[in-house]
């Protein structure tokens, strides 16, 4: 909220805020060409009393603004001076299978299914020395470890046992954002058992986890969401670190460029070729140069190098993305193969959309080739993405983008995104109403949004006829691409000079067929 209401355009565009300095530093400023200022206030300006330090008579007209006079008030919060915990649990899965079962402890254990297109879905530290990690195919962690012990994945149980790790973060704060199931960020600024430091809790945290689940965590601890993440990582296994503001800078300079959050192995190459390998050549990388080399995720990265991300941790996390994937059995390069599994992808799809009632304009279609090498390509339309006849066309439109005659298909998969309420959101954020039922320690009063938002319960009659006529869809869906899929083999047959069987028939003809059935 504050990242967005921070660069409001000023009205004063005689007054370009140059001589603004010392306690109220200004991090970066922007003139355009007909002399508007837009500002970007860096930590160091929450520091302090606002109103004293600022003599700018454009920024106090800002700040006096609702809602930007109660963000920025300090009973919502100084941002430097908020606490944030990062909590990760050390090699989840793994260890809760040993914890369960001692005869594993010790052992190189990976959760997963050893066949041979199996996938490890997390492995024990006594296995990764080994070189094993987690989305590594099965046979080759076999052949990193070959003692290596695989046992299939309880998803009950770690969701269970991350239920009761929430139980143990509940009694501490409620402001926490889950961000998979066994780690979490924790906003500590103000919080029940009125520890005065964050590493305090952090240490406690640690201690209950151990004592009452037998499972170990790792802990970072600073006064921004990055910060914290990269400090959970930095001691692992079992590790805990404080990063303070005072050494944040030192710290953000000697971080590898592959440690900033975003920064992926394609991005990371992209830096590398521009001669960025660590946070200090970053820092000396200028807001403009970043934005025309990596877009919007430039201002992100500018802001991190220099210790600022104003990001709140959010209880309530608006989704943004749908999807799912699937790993074929066998490796495939035929085109009606493809179209095939094509289908099945966007009829899972499909049945997510509805479950969770999501709906966005972007498609975006993920390939995971025979070497584990993946691509995505995607699309957006103006309309939305809510079914087969919208979603089929645009997934093989996407589809035969990509080479893989040559290049065999392993994994196909498939996600709606970019939501038409994600806009309206962003704006509801902005109104006084919505800003009235954030508390003083930034907290979602859910019974004041329920009123308008919960939905209304529907009677088992309109619950039986929306199964009847989500069934009757289903078998017109099916109907409609079994024909469509006979013509794409028929027309790709016709293609062929070869593959006829003892009775003259089209064997590629015959096979698909049962495929289709």
């Not at 004592?211 to 296994?237: C, H, M, Q, T, W």
């Not at 969770?356 to 103006?382: A, E, M, Y």
Request: glycine letters at 4%; hydrophobic letters at 35%.
């Amino acid at each position: 909220w504050l990242g967005y209401t921070l660069k409001r355009k000023l009205a004063n565009p005689e007054n370009p805020l140059t001589h603004i300095r010392g306690p109220a530093e200004i991090s970066h400023h922007q003139i355009n060409k007909r002399g508007s200022s837009y500002v970007s206030l860096s930590y160091s300006l929450y520091r302090n009393n606002i109103n004293e330090n600022i003599t700018n008579k454009a920024v106090k007209e800002l700040i006096n603004q609702k809602p930007f006079s109660y963000l920025c008030s300090t009973n919502f919060m100084k941002m430097s001076e908020r606490k944030i915990i990062h909590i990760d649990m050390d090699a989840f899965y793994a260890s809760v299978e040993q914890r369960d079962n001692p005869k594993l402890c010790g052992k190189p254990l990976a959760v997963g299914h050893a066949e041979e297109r199996g996938v490890v879905a997390a492995a024990s530290y006594e296995a990764r020395r080994y070189g094993v990690h987690s989305a590594m195919s099965s046979q080759k962690a076999k052949r990193l470890c070959p003692e290596l012990i695989f046992v299939p994945g309880r998803m009950n149980v770690y969701k269970a046992v991350s239920r009761q790790i929430h139980d143990i973060f509940h009694t501490y704060t409620d402001i926490i954002e889950p961000l998979s199931l066994d780690e979490a960020f924790l906003d500590v600024t103000e919080n029940k058992a009125g520890f005065s430091l964050a590493i305090d809790i952090a240490k406690d945290i640690k201690k209950r986890i151990r004592k009452e689940l037998g499972l170990i965590a790792s802990a970072g601890v600073s006064y921004n969401k990055f910060l914290a993440k990269i400090a959970s990582d930095y001691r692992k296994p079992d590790g805990l670190c404080t990063i303070h503001p005072d050494q944040a800078l030192d710290f953000i300079a000697h971080l590898p460029i592959e440690s900033f959050w975003g920064v992926g192995p394609v991005t990371a190459q992209k830096m590398h070729a521009l001669g960025i390998h660590n946070g200090t050549q970053l820092q000396a990388c200028t807001l403009e140069m970043l934005t025309r080399q990596f877009g919007k995720a430039g201002n992100l990265y500018y802001d991190f190098a220099r210790g600022i991300d104003l990001r709140p941790v959010e209880p309530i996390r608006i989704r943004k993305s749908v999807g799912c994937e699937h790993t074929l059995e066998k490796d495939i390069s035929l085109h009606s193969s493809a179209i095939i599994e094509l289908y099945h992808v966007v009829t899972e799809l499909l049945e997510r959309l509805k479950r969770t009632n999501f709906s966005g304009n972007t498609l975006t279609l993920k390939i995971k080739f025979h070497d584990f090498n993946q691509i995505t390509r995607s699309i957006t339309q103006d309309s939305e993405l809510t079914s087969m006849d919208k979603i089929l066309p645009l997934a093989k439109k996407l589809l035969k983008e990509i080479d893989y005659e040559s290049h065999p298909i392993r994994l196909i998969g498939l996600s709606v995104s970019n939501p038409k309420e994600e806009k309206e959101e962003i704006f509801k954020i902005h109104q006084p109403e919505f800003v009235s039922k954030i508390n003083v320690i930034g907290q979602i009063d859910l019974a004041a949004l329920n009123q308008s938002t919960r939905p209304k319960k529907k009677s088992k009659e309109e619950k039986r006829k929306e199964r009847e006529e989500k069934e009757k869809q289903r078998q017109d869906q099916k109907k409609l691409m079994k024909e469509a899929i006979i013509k794409e083999i028929r027309r790709d047959d016709n293609k062929t000079k070869d593959g006829n069987d003892a009775n003259g028939k089209k064997k590629r003809v015959r096979i698909n067929k049962e495929k289709v059935d």
